[in-house]
Nanobody, 115 residues
Framework: QVRLVEAGGGLVQVGGSLTLSCVANVRAYRMAWFRQAPGKEREFVADVSGRSDNYGDSVKGRFTVTRDMAKNTVILQMNNLKPDDTAIYYC?????????????WGRGTQVTVSA
């Protein structure tokens, strides 16, 4: 099973930036970021596999996901942060290239955007 460790969360003011990182113990086919705010459902943020990446509508143009295959690491660069971006951010990994399921999840890192 893939083990994931997130880092980089914290407190930032509106309009600021944060960078999240997630390190996996093995190489995964697809890696992604999700988030969950209090009282809300889990929301897809971004994923990356091979040379393609995808973003949730609420973060397009502000967030960028990149991957370092050699280090089994995925990075989420978050710019122009808004209060609605406040949430626990979770890293996820999928092993099977023929499945959209993410089998492994990190414990999450808190991101708080203050107005």
């Amino acid at each position: 099973q893939v083990r994931l460790v997130e880092a980089g969360g914290g407190l930032v003011q509106v309009g600021g930036s944060l960078t999240l990182s997630c390190v996996a113990n093995v190489r995964a086919y697809r890696m992604a970021w999700f988030r969950q705010a209090p009282g809300k459902e889990r929301e897809f943020v971004a994923d990356v596999s091979g040379r393609s990446d995808n973003y949730g509508d609420s973060v397009k143009g502000r967030f960028t996901v990149t991957r370092d295959m050699a280090k089994n690491t995925v990075i989420l660069q978050m710019n122009n942060l808004k209060p609605d971006d406040t949430a626990i951010y979770y890293c996820a990994a999928g092993i099977d290239p023929f499945s959209s399921i993410f089998e492994s999840w990190g414990r999450g890192t808190q991101v708080t955007v203050s107005a």
